[in-house]
């Protein structure tokens, strides 16, 4: 087995499982629910099969879905996170994304930083409008999206570092 295809089958799991068990159970003020899960789609290879990441996307939030009761609103955000991660790439790395050099789980540069943070912003964004969709709610949707993305970035950065492959 290909030891690509195995690291992200392991990661898709482990962080579907730390998202249903520990981080869903973070709820607080109503406002703030970190989702770390998105690093499935934010650290599969930029070389990889861009059809494979949709699905796979899809598979993910619509088993997020499944565990939290949702009724598609995570299949819809990740679907979309991972149909505009090229833009976003292009956007944060410029030419260096290209030539499929980058990579997320090195050293934080600001070009990561703002790749993580527009992914995590355009995810959140798309799941509280869908979740809540009232217009009347926008003050409610937009404060949801700032602050639950602050907490999902926080996360993102500490687990990335916390599982960084080691320097050969």
Same mark, same amino acid.
């Given at each position: 087995m290909n030891s690509t295809l195995l690291i992200n089958s392991a990661r898709f799991l482990l962080l579907?499982?730390?998202?249903?068990?520990l981080f869903d159970q973070i709820g607080f003020l109503k406002y703030i629910n970190p989702y770390p899960y998105i690093l499935f789609i934010l650290l599969y290879p930029v070389n990889g099969n861009k059809s494979g990441?949709? $699905?796979?996307? *899809?598979?993910? @939030? +619509?088993?997020?879905d499944m565990f939290s009761d949702s009724g598609g609103v995570h299949a819809a955000?990740?679907?979309?996170?991972?149909?505009?991660?090229?833009? $976003?790439?292009? *956007?944060?790395? @410029? +030419?260096?994304y290209e030539y499929q050099t980058v990579k997320i789980n090195d050293r934080l540069t600001p070009e990561r930083f703002s790749f993580l943070l527009i992914t995590i912003l355009t995810h959140h964004l798309v799941l509280f409008i869908l979740e809540i969709f009232k217009f009347s709610f926008i003050f409610d949707i937009l404060l949801r999206t700032l602050l639950s993305?602050?907490?999902t970035l926080l996360f993102c950065i500490i687990i990335i570092y916390l599982f960084k492959p080691a320097k050969r």
């Open positions: 579907l499982f730390f998202q249903v068990i990441l949709i $699905f796979a996307s *899809f598979l993910l @939030g +619509l088993l997020m955000a990740c679907v979309t996170l991972a149909y505009f991660r090229p833009a $976003f790439f292009k *956007f944060s790395f @410029g +030419l260096s993305s602050v907490f």
